[in-house]
Structure formats: structure tokens, C-alpha cells
């Protein structure tokens, strides 16, 4: 299958995440050797740079660990030019490992492939492929929606990561900037007039695929 190009450099966090990704994609990959990123100022500089030219792209595994490098991260470019792209909350062990994870998920090298295209696809950063042109969906948007700020906000909310394939960690200033690559401002509303019981009968259970 043809690779696809990536526009922005895809920051991941260790060598077999890149050696997964470098499989079904052209472009640069940037390895933050997981923690080491906290303790090393010249691959955070770098990435820095990055962002200051261009739009960097975060994939990192969807457990808490993959969550405090991203946000690390993500503190140190300007919110505008980061991406971020996620992967889903599925149970299982890569096949290289003895035992999972400590949350027994798998990360971004355990991921089948067309996952990992897809999610890359939604974002918008292949070559040739612009994300659709659409109104920004803002914090006051989720307000006015009831996904936050109300009684029964969070469980809204949560139905509505869970629809869309998206990790319960997302947070709540990344998440409209991620509503907005994924969704329209219609079609957010329309989640939320179907209200909380049907989102809730109808989202994807998360961990439904294992791997091995």
C-alpha cells in the first residue's frame, strides 16, 4: 500500500512508535525517548523551532504517561501551530512485550495501520489534503451545548470522546481544537440534541479490539 505524506513533523514518543509509523508514512518523525524529553532542552528547543516555522503534529499512546509528554509538549509551542492527533483506548499487549501496560492499553505501535492512517487522515495533515474549511468550535460552544460547565456535563462529555473514538485524557482545552477537525458546528450540535441517554446507547465501547 502507498505511503501517505505527512505534511508537519509527527512528534511520538519512542523508537517503536517511529518504526511503526515510518511503515505507512513519508515524513518526519520525531522521537521524544519517552520522559527523557522533560530532561533534555535541546530536543524540546528543536521542536520549538519547529513550531515557530510550521504546525508540529503530537501522537502520543492514549494512558497517562502519553498524556503528561504531550501536554509537556504542547506547553512549549504555540497553541495554533499544534495538532493533535489521538488514538483510541483499545486493551491489549504489543507482541513484543511480556506483560501490557500499566493501564493494559495499547500505545501507537500497537495500533493496526489503518488506524493510525485514519486518525492522520481526520487531522488533516497529508499532503494534498486540506481539513475541511470550518467555523472553530470554541469552550463557549461546549457551554452552550451542555458538554460543560452543567449538571450531567461530564457524562455528556465523556459519550461524546467515546463516539468519536477519542481517549477519555483528552483535555478540555485541547478538545475543541479537535472538535473542530473532526465535526462541524451542526453536527456537534446535532450530538447534543440526541442528548446523553442515546449518546450513551449509541457510542463504540471502548477496548472492544485486543491486540496481540
Known sequence: MEKLRVKYPVIVEGRYDKAKLA??????????????????PKKLGMIQRLGEKGAVVILTDSDRAGFRIRG???????????????????????RRKAKPSAEGTLGVEGMEAEVL???????????????????????????????????GSRGLREALVERLGLP???????????????????ELEALAALGLRVLRAGVRTPHAHAGT
Request: glycine letters at 12%.
Open 168 to 186: 477519555r485524557g483528552v483535555s478540555a482545552n485541547a478538545l475543541p481544537g479537535v472538535l473542530t477537525r473532526l465535526v462541524s458546528r451542526e
Open 23 to 40: 511503515t505507512l508514512m513519508e515524513g518526519d518523525i520525531i522521537q521524544t525517548d519517552g520522559f527523557r524529553i522533560f530532561s533534555d
Open 72 to 94: 509537556h509538549i504542547a506547553g512549549a509551542v504555540p497553541p495554533e501551530r499544534v495538532i493533535h492527533v489521538y488514538i483510541p483506548e483499545i486493551l491489549g499487549k504489543e
Open 117 to 151: 492512517r485514519e486518525a492522520l487522515r481526520k487531522a488533516g495533515v497529508l499532503e494534498g489534503e486540506a481539513p475541511p474549511e470550518r467555523e472553530a468550535i470554541t469552550k463557549g460552544d461546549l457551554y452552550r451545548l451542555g458538554f460543560s460547565g452543567g449538571e
